[in-house]
């Protein structure tokens, strides 16, 4: 199937961002994809707080299944999240798992403001009452197939799509 | 012969000693404890991944860091967990190891954390479980302390970055040491060139060398120019007949004094496993001196647990 053009996705997504964020929005991204972009846009709209990243592994709802992830990264949240707009950013909005995970991991931290959702592409198919407030693009995919965000070697954007590994 | 701690597909099942087990297990291991150190630092110190889960403390020997710290890791992993203070439980009334556990398991384990006098004690725990359930060795007998050993190669690569031209001198009674013997094979299978091993005749074990390390009688010969400098405890409750003159003579010859370890590179690191024996096996002054890392060293060793306990109970 024909992906969309990342780096388009990515200028959509941070021209609809910079009506909702401030100087003072703590954005978040979810490992791997969704940091990559996260430091993108943090650039971009130059959000003077520092960006964090959640790598979601020990809060993933899969690890009776699935186990813990072979390359777990720790986590860095340099704010005080405590009261604070945070924007959770990341590349495929699919089930909502993920950002469960990840909201679940930001409470740990402390009691957010307000947390809002950005991703650059929803592919639909919500397993939980999750939606997101800045879109890239709604892209309908097959089930069973894995789309990503990757780098090439210069740090430009593109779309990948594979074969999901099945479930262990 | 298949390792019993390796399930079909090689990932870990249980851990009983670090001898055999492949590189990259250690490695995950130690970078999954590095994520783990950041949950200690939060607002709220838990994950939620052994959330329903039973850790059992198997304790039949005395204990207080690897008892508290494996405590102190399962809970911050949200498990629950039940501490068997075995000297006033059953097995003091005569049951067997096996029918505790048979008991233990019939209350729903998932984990059991195990030290005991015996060698082999969690190998023999490990082979008699159900395959949900995992086993963790704490320490049997003079045989393995996987975690102390992953803990103290983790306080390593925390102030020596990588292992590479390091040389780390194993100092005291190697006989005796289930550490010395961990931490040896965790640091060859790991790539350290030069690992050395130090202390009177009577307490290195035969054949220490073929571990690959080398091996000095000479304290001060043994510790020129090294980064790392592991002090042994000196085990009396271990030791059956005579095999030192006395504490004050094993000072003297094998304990950790400034002077000694000016041998050593200046920015070498100190560590022990505690419980120390002050004035027996390391100086007062060097214990709590600039080089020691000995207290880190049991705030790293809850991390570490923590990634244990999770690599295991995901597999």
């Known amino acids: 199937m024909d992906l969309p053009d990342a780096e388009g996705l990515c200028e959509e997504l941070a021209r609809k961002l910079r009506a909702g964020v401030t100087e003072s929005t703590g954005l978040v991204g979810i490992r791997t994809g969704g940091a990559w972009l996260a430091e993108r846009l943090h650039r971009e709209l130059k959000v003077s707080t520092p960006m964090g990243t959640l790598d979601i592994s020990f809060y993933r709802d899969d690890f009776d299944a699935a186990g813990l992830h072979r390359q777990v990264k720790p986590s860095q949240i340099p704010f005080d999240v405590n009261g604070r707009h945070i924007v959770v950013i990341d590349d495929v909005l699919y089930t909502g798992r993920t950002v469960r995970a990840a909201m679940n991991e930001l409470f740990d931290y402390g009691r957010p403001g307000k947390i809002e959702l950005a991703a650059l592409v929803d592919r639909g198919e919500r397993q939980l009452p999750i939606a997101a407030q800045y879109v890239g693009a709604a892209l309908s995919v097959p089930a069973g197939k894995l789309l990503r965000l990757a780098r090439d070697e210069r740090g430009k954007f593109f779309l990948r799509l594979s074969d999901a590994k099945p479930a262990a | ?315």
């Open chain 2, 1 to 315: 012969m298949r390792n019993p701690q390796l399930n079909g597909d090689g990932s870990l099942q249980h851990l009983l000693t670090i001898e055999g087990l492949p590189r990259e297990v250690l490695v995950h291991i130690l970078d999954t404890a590095a994520s783990f150190v950041g949950v200690t630092e939060r607002e709220v110190k838990k994950v939620p991944l052994l959330r329903g889960k039973s850790v059992f403390n198997l304790f039949f020997e005395a204990s207080t860091r690897t008892r508290t710290t494996f405590e102190i890791a399962a809970k911050r992993l949200s498990a629950d967990v039940i501490n068997l203070n075995i000297t006033v439980s059953s097995s003091t009334k005569g049951e067997t190891l096996l029918d505790t556990v048979d008991n233990l398991s019939a209350m729903y384990a998932d984990m059991f954390v195990v030290r005991h006098s015996s060698s082999g004690a969690a190998h023999l725990i490990a082979n008699h479980v159900a395959p949900h359930v995992h086993v963790i060795n704490a320490g049997d007998g003079r045989h393995a302390h996987p975690t102390q050993g992953l803990l103290d190669i983790y306080t390593i690569r925390h102030y020596k970055k990588d292992f590479t031209g390091l040389s780390v001198a194993i100092v005291g009674d190697v006989l005796h040491s289930r550490v010395a013997r961990s931490l040896i094979h965790a640091l060859t299978t790991l790539g350290a060139p030069d690992v050395r091993v130090i202390g009177p005749r009577t307490l290195l074990p035969t054949g220490v060398e073929q571990l690959g390390v080398s091996v000095h009688h000479d304290m001060r010969e043994g510790l020129a120019g090294c980064d790392v400098v592991v002090m042994l405890r000196l085990q009396n409750e271990r030791m059956k007949g005579p095999l030192l003159p006395s504490a004050q003579e094993f000072f003297k010859s094998y304990g950790l004094t400034p002077q000694k370890l000016a041998l050593a590179k200046p920015d070498a690191i100190v560590m022990h496993p505690g419980p120390m024996n002050r004035g027996v096996e390391i100086d007062s002054s060097v214990a709590d001196g600039p080089h020691s890392v000995i207290l880190p060293q049991v705030t790293f060793g809850i991390a570490v647990r923590m990634a244990v306990m999770s690599i295991l109970a995901g597999n």
